[in-house]
């Protein structure tokens, strides 16, 4: 992400556009000097998941499948408010929008093959298993009479 130039780039060519974002500005909570009790540092970035044009159809059926918990009426919404500095918080907030809709509009991971043990490996290991049993049958206390 370059700023706040317009677009946040979600993986390759697909972005948001600025248009589509809302950004509510408050006061954030906790110990601060005398500026911090004036100034809306905090910042809330929601995005309407639902409506938007800006996501191909197969990643935003994707990512509301995937971020439903989180969705309030198809909006997602993030904070951040741990910055002192509005902008500082506009940034992270656009970088944790961006970040969490990549995630959500990833592709499944590929399924896994199981794989089968070689023959070898499985004598060997059976192998060793009756000598270990042989061993310890030696040991037992009816051979020591």
């Known amino acids: 992400m370059d700023g706040m130039s317009g677009h946040h780039v979600i993986r390759g060519s697909v ?26 540092s ?16 197969v990643w935003k059926q994707r990512a509301l499948e995937r971020l439903a918990g989180r969705l309030v009426d198809g909006v997602v919404t993030v904070r951040s408010s741990e910055h002192r500095s509005q902008w500082r918080n506009r940034e992270a907030a656009a970088v944790r929008l961006t970040a969490l809709l990549a995630e959500a509009t990833a592709p499944p991971p590929k399924p896994r093959k199981p794989t089968r043990i070689p023959r070898g490996i499985n004598e060997r290991r059976l192998r060793q298993k009756k000598q270990r049993s042989e061993t310890k049958q030696g040991r037992s206390a009816r051979n020591w009479g």
Do not use: I, Y
Not at 15 to 32: D, K, N, Q, T, V
């Open 42 to 57: 905090k910042v809330e970035l929601s995005f309407d998941l639902a409506k938007t044009e800006a996501l191909p159809a």
């Open 15 to 40: 972005s948001l556009p600025e248009a589509e974002l809302m950004w509510r500005f408050s006061r954030s909570s906790g110990p601060g000097g005398q500026h911090v009790n004036t100034s809306d």
